[in-house]
């Protein structure tokens, strides 16, 4: 069975405490792995699609990572405004399929 | 310009009415999703669909049914309501399989 597992469910970082999440999973034939930002009351926004174990991606504070088991979006120097869901997910496996698989998030804290 | 817009944003019934959320993006995107997302926070697909095949998770009840009137717009009926279907339901639409997807702002339902 397809899964996403995060780790940890919430992480209380000091602003400027860089830190690491992690996402693993075990679809099979995996076809890219998304990152996704979610704020409280908002849809999902998307930062970040891995195709391939040894790709890299950055956006500002954040980089995101993959291996052939495991994602993972470090942050560097988080601020406040860092603070937010974070979540990963996979499509499923099969020829075709558009659909997404997702962990349930990590719950990040930036404190000032 | 909103990329995906949901209406309404809150949606208050009693059980066994009938409703329906309208979805629409302005991204040309060939697919478009439906999500819902429960109250510990857990997104989970839906339906996919584009103007060659619906793909409908095996866990969705049949009252819940897409309906696409053109490729820019896919709207979610459902049909006698019940009080697990109390849930924030959220819109995305992609330009296709590997690209990331692009999430409404979420239609927060509440069934009493």
């Known amino acids: 069975e397809d899964q996403v597992t995060q780790s940890p469910e919430a992480l209380r970082l000091q602003e400027g405490e860089s830190s690491s999440l992690n996402c693993s999973y075990t679809?099979?034939?995996?076809?890219?792995l998304f990152w996704y930002r979610q704020d409280p009351g908002k849809g999902p926004e998307f930062l970040f699609t891995?195709?391939?174990a040894g790709e890299e991606k950055e956006k500002e504070r954040l980089k995101a990572t993959l291996t052939k088991k495991e994602s993972f979006l470090h942050i560097t120097a988080p601020k406040p405004e860092d603070s937010a869901t974070y979540l990963c997910?996979?499509?499923?496996?099969?020829?075709?399929?558009?659909?997404?698989?997702f962990g349930k998030g990590t719950k990040l804290s930036v404190i000032p | 310009d909103t990329a995906v817009s949901q209406t309404p944003k809150y949606l208050v019934t009693q059980m066994g009415n009938d409703k329906s959320i309208k979805c629409e993006q302005n991204?040309?995107?060939?697919?478009m999703y439906w999500y819902k997302q429960d109250s510990k926070k857990f997104l989970k697909i839906m339906f996919s669909?584009?103007?060659?095949?619906?793909?409908i998770n095996e866990t969705v009840p049949n009252r819940f049914s897409p309906k696409s009137p053109d490729k820019a717009h896919l709207n979610l009926h459902i049909n006698s309501l019940e009080l697990g279907d109390s849930a924030v339901y959220f819109c995305?639409?992609?330009?296709?399989?590997?690209?990331?997807?692009?999430f409404g702002p979420g239609t927060r339902l509440t069934v009493t």
């Open positions: 995305a639409s992609s330009q296709g399989t590997g690209y990331g997807q692009y």
């Open positions: 679809v099979s034939g995996l076809r890219g």
């Open positions: 891995l195709y391939s």
């Open positions: 997910a996979a499509p499923y496996s099969g020829a075709g399929s558009y659909q997404l698989t």
């Open positions: 991204l040309g995107h060939d697919t």
């Open positions: 669909y584009n103007n060659k095949e619906l793909i």
